[in-house]
């Protein structure tokens, strides 16, 4: 059996186990190396792991068919934009993973910019820390939206399944990676971003700024930032005392599991709205 068939044909342990593992690593190491002491223990961090639970729970009920199958069936009947060609194995794969990255790009883009996604996606953002916890705090419909995406995407494309398993690996490691409490020293993450997303590009992105909130929306590679002109360098403040989250709803009764389930439903309240007129206080950060 090739490696790439052996992918193709583990996908589910090696997610668990590539998951696990991503975790482990960077959880230890915002501890040995903190960049700002928020991954010290705090009930934040249980409110983002429940929300994992209900969102892993959530695809599994509600979508028959995850990507890797769906990759599967596609591919085998030569369907989609890559299987219509006879391309080089290696050269799909890297066709395959290059788009995925362009799409998640786009995709996150788009829950800003769409009021309607944004309700949704702000759970993510209105967390005042920042750690690898945080790389797991997704609203279920938020992720229900982004597997009806990715699906759409397989079906369109037709990838060879491995490039979908590797997607998936590299989907999960990476947001736990960009979420990290550590920061590489300033050479080091100069050199890396410019192939990489490191976490002291992502934090910018955190930031309760609404011009740095809206910049730096990439998952893996750096490149769709400069090329599509969200790139910025660096936060206004120090990035290990800067702000994060949002600037409404910093209570902790409203950032409680519940409440943020419920958040979606919720308009920002009014009188945060008068005080500051910002567009980033209202519930389109476009407005």
Same mark, same amino acid.
């Given at each position: 059996?090739?490696?790439?068939?052996?992918?193709?044909?583990?996908?589910?342990? =090696?997610?668990?186990?590539?998951? !696990?593992?991503?975790?482990?690593?960077?959880?230890?190491?915002?501890?040995?190396?903190?960049?700002?002491?928020?991954?010290?223990?705090?009930?934040?961090?249980?409110?983002? !792991?429940?929300?994992?639970?209900?969102?892993?729970?959530?695809?599994?009920? !509600?979508?028959?068919?995850? *990507?890797?199958?769906?990759?599967?069936?596609?591919? *085998?009947?030569?369907?989609? =934009?890559?299987? *219509?060609?006879?391309?080089?194995?290696?050269?799909?794969?890297?066709?395959?993973?290059?788009?995925?990255?362009?799409?998640?790009?786009?995709?996150?883009?788009?829950?800003?910019?769409?009021?309607?996604?944004?309700?949704?996606?702000?759970?993510?953002?209105?967390?005042?820390?920042?750690?690898?916890?945080?790389?797991?705090?997704?609203?279920?419909?938020?992720? !229900?939206?982004?597997?009806?995406?990715?699906?759409?995407?397989?079906?369109?494309?037709?990838?060879?399944?491995?490039?979908?398993?590797?997607?998936? =690996?590299?989907?999960?490691?990476?947001?736990?990676?960009?979420? *990290?409490?550590?920061?590489?020293?300033?050479?080091?993450?100069?050199? =890396?971003?410019?192939?990489?997303?490191?976490?002291?590009?992502?934090?910018?992105?955190?930031?309760?700024?609404?011009?740095?909130?809206?910049?730096?929306?990439?998952?893996?590679?750096?490149?769709?930032?400069?090329?599509?002109?969200?790139?910025?360098?660096?936060?206004?403040?120090?990035?290990?005392?800067?702000?994060v989250g949002l600037p409404y709803w910093r209570d902790p009764t409203a950032l409680a599991f519940g409440a943020l389930l419920l958040q979606p439903l919720r308009s920002v309240p009014a009188a945060r709205v008068q005080a500051d007129p910002d567009p980033a206080m209202t519930d389109?950060?476009?407005?």
């Amino acid at each position: 059996m090739s490696l790439v068939d052996f992918i193709a044909s583990h996908e589910a342990t =090696l997610r668990v186990v590539g998951f !696990a593992l991503a975790l482990v690593l960077l959880a230890g190491a915002e501890r040995v190396w903190p960049a700002r002491g928020d991954a010290r223990p705090a009930r934040r961090q249980l409110t983002n !792991a429940g929300l994992m639970l209900i969102d892993t729970a959530l695809v599994r009920l !509600a979508f028959p068919v995850l *990507a890797v199958a769906l990759a599967l069936d596609v591919h *085998a009947r030569g369907g989609g =934009l890559l299987g *219509a060609i006879d391309w080089p194995l290696w050269l799909e794969m890297l066709l395959a993973l290059l788009i995925f990255d362009a799409a998640i790009y786009w995709q996150h883009r788009m829950l800003h910019r769409i009021p309607l996604l944004w309700r949704l996606h702000r759970v993510h953002h209105s967390d005042t820390a920042f750690d690898v916890s945080l790389g797991v705090r997704f609203h279920p419909l938020e992720i !229900a939206v982004s597997m009806a995406i990715k699906l759409g995407l397989v079906l369109a494309l037709g990838p060879h399944p491995a490039a979908v398993v590797v997607f998936e =690996l590299l989907l999960s490691a990476s947001s736990l990676f960009t979420h *990290a409490d550590f920061a590489f020293p300033p050479r080091a993450d100069r050199v =890396l971003r410019t192939a990489v997303v490191t976490p002291s590009m992502h934090r910018i992105h955190h930031s309760v700024h609404r011009d740095e909130t809206d910049s730096n929306y990439g998952f893996l590679l750096s490149l769709w930032d400069r090329v599509f002109g969200s790139y910025r360098i660096r936060p206004r403040e120090p990035e290990r005392s800067m702000a994060v989250g949002l600037p409404y709803w910093r209570d902790p009764t409203a950032l409680a599991f519940g409440a943020l389930l419920l958040q979606p439903l919720r308009s920002v309240p009014a009188a945060r709205v008068q005080a500051d007129p910002d567009p980033a206080m209202t519930d389109n950060p476009h407005a």
